[in-house]
Nanobody, 120 residues
Framework: VQLVESGGGLVQAGGSLRLSCTAS????????MGWYRQAPGKQRELVAT???????NYADSVKGRFIISRDNAKNTVYLQMNSLKPEDTGVYYC???????????????WGQGTQVTVSS
């Protein structure tokens, strides 16, 4: 399976961006799916995800500003990022648990990442 992110870029503080991630390849179903980010010199951290039961989890730092959504028919997850801050700068990675066929175990996959830069 391949996860392809898009929508990153350079934006001023207070602005908005919308990230998209689409899974392609042999897919029977997708469980948990969401977004992580990694700032320079820091560990990768959870931003927002859907759990396997479709509940949402958000990092405290983005609650009230970011919204995760999902289109299961398109195997796509979105991240609407509003009121962006310089500390939101980093590489944003899509992550998904994918099942290739009925009865198979879930396989965890990462996208290649998309850069988000927020200028002050």
């Amino acid at each position: 399976v391949q996860l392809v992110e898009s929508g990153g870029g350079l934006v001023q503080a207070g602005g908005s961006l919308r990230l998209s991630c689409t899974a392609s390849g042999t897919i029977f179903s997708i469980g948990a799916m969401g977004w992580y980010r990694q700032a320079p010199g820091k560990q990768r951290e959870l931003v927002a995800t859907f759990t396997s039961t479709s509940r949402t989890n958000y990092a405290d730092s983005v609650k009230g500003r970011f919204i995760i959504s999902r289109d299961n028919a398109k195997n796509t997850v979105y991240l609407q990022m509003n009121s962006l801050k310089p500390e939101d700068t980093g590489v944003y990675y899509c992550n998904a648990n994918v099942r290739y066929y009925s009865g198979a175990s879930y396989f965890n996959s990462w996208g290649q990442g998309t850069q988000v830069t927020v200028s002050s």
